[in-house]
């Protein structure tokens, strides 16, 4: 079945560690995103990348990094310069497009202790 | 950026229609209007789109106001499954490489049995 996968689900890091999140797509979609969710909060973009090798920086990118090597993969690292990594990361991809949808993939939730 | 501004909850009866509010008074000519929705702990899922006409699936309605700067997202019949935060979406692109993604607040939508 097509779709985004986004692993693992859980992840729990000591703080002052690097963590990197997996994003896989198999829709054959060109543009992927990252966002962060807080608690009861509306999702917030991080980083998107509309094609290979390609990616931009969304609202919130300090602390994070991302790279577009392979069209199907998009990960995302939280690294120890993000002051409040604890949160619900959500992965997503879409044709180019202005009409297209977007797909989310399942989520990893991040803990750092 | 345009920005979109919804009700932060509502409530509807199980079985009956569910109207939910967006506005979007800077919207420009070339945004879609996406709406999602989301269950605790899960990626958002798609809902509907539209530009310009209203819209439907089988899913829901989309009824977009004629100056575009309001849109109502309708469940006709509403059902148990249907209780999440429902997001509205504005979707610009403005050339290659620069497009931007705006979320709303989000509606939490209970259904009363």
């Known amino acids: 079945d097509g779709g985004i996968t986004q692993s693992p689900k859980y992840l729990f890091r000591k703080e002052g560690q690097n963590v990197t999140l997996s994003c896989e797509q198999n829709?054959?979609?060109?543009?992927m995103y990252w966002y962060r969710q807080d608690p009861g909060q509306g999702l917030r973009l991080i980083y998107y990348?509309?094609?290979?090798?390609?990616?931009q920086k969304g609202d919130i990118a300090e602390g994070y990094s991302v790279s577009r090597e392979k069209k199907e993969s998009f990960p995302l690292t939280v690294t120890s310069a993000q002051k409040n990594p604890t949160a619900f990361y959500l992965c997503?991809?879409?044709?180019?497009?202005?009409?297209?949808?977007?797909?989310f993939g399942p989520g990893t939730r991040l803990t750092v202790l | 950026d345009a920005k979109t501004t919804q009700p932060n909850s509502m409530e509807s009866n199980e079985e009956e229609p569910v109207h939910l509010p967006c506005n979007h008074s800077?919207?420009?000519?070339?945004?879609?209007i996406h709406w999602y929705r989301q269950l605790p702990s899960q990626g958002p899922e798609y809902v509907i789109h539209?530009?310009?006409s209203n819209v439907n699936n089988r899913m829901a309605s989309l009824a977009i106001a004629e100056d575009r700067k309001s849109s109502t997202l309708i469940l006709h019949r509403a059902t148990l499954r249907d209780a999440a935060v429902y997001y509205c979406?504005?979707?610009?692109?403005?050339?290659?490489?620069?497009?931007?993604?705006?979320f709303g607040t989000g509606t939490r939508l209970t259904i009363i049995p």
């Open positions: 990348s509309q094609i290979v090798n390609d990616f």
């Open positions: 979406i504005l979707r610009s692109s403005s050339n290659f490489g620069n497009e931007k993604l705006t």
């Open positions: 997503a991809s879409s044709g180019r497009q202005q009409g297209d949808t977007q797909y």
């Open positions: 800077t919207i420009s000519g070339t945004d879609y």
């Open positions: 829709l054959n979609h060109d543009a």
């Open positions: 539209g530009l310009t």
